[in-house]
Nanobody, 116 residues
Framework: QVQLVESGGGLVQAGGSLRLSCAAS????????MGWYRQAPGKQRDLVAT???????NYADSVKGRFTISRDNAKNTVYLQMSSLKPEDSAVYYC??????????WGKGTLVTVSA
């Protein structure tokens, strides 16, 4: 079992920045990749960014150049630095952990609202 707790969401004006954090606990040694997904009202949950244990990253085209994902393996924490935020970035952001054996774990989500 892996537990994920997100923090750092909130209200920000367009063009502003936020940093999300996700702390993992439990059987963290089994975690392979971690990532962030987001879901806006009435829409599906979409990939934002992922990072492997070795630091390899992947980003959605819509956030490339604006968001940066990073991971502190010693703290079992993944971060998402979001800059140049746009109203269309508004969503609930979910932390994800992919563990050996193929199971996914999710946090409860943190709300990000970007005002125009």
């Amino acid at each position: 079992q892996v537990q994920l707790v997100e923090s750092g969401g909130g209200l920000v004006q367009a063009g502003g920045s936020l940093r999300l954090s996700c702390a993992a606990s439990g059987r963290t040694v089994l975690i392979s990749a971690m990532g962030w997904y987001r879901q806006a009202p009435g829409k599906q949950r979409d990939l934002v960014a992922t990072v492997t244990r070795n630091g390899g990253t992947n980003y959605a085209d819509s956030v490339k150049g604006r968001f940066t994902i990073s991971r502190d393996n010693a703290k079992n924490t993944v971060y998402l630095q979001m800059s140049s935020l746009k109203p269309e970035d508004s969503a609930v952001y979910y932390c994800n952990a992919f563990v050996l054996g193929g199971m996914d774990y999710w946090g409860k989500g943190t709300l990000v609202t970007v005002s125009a």
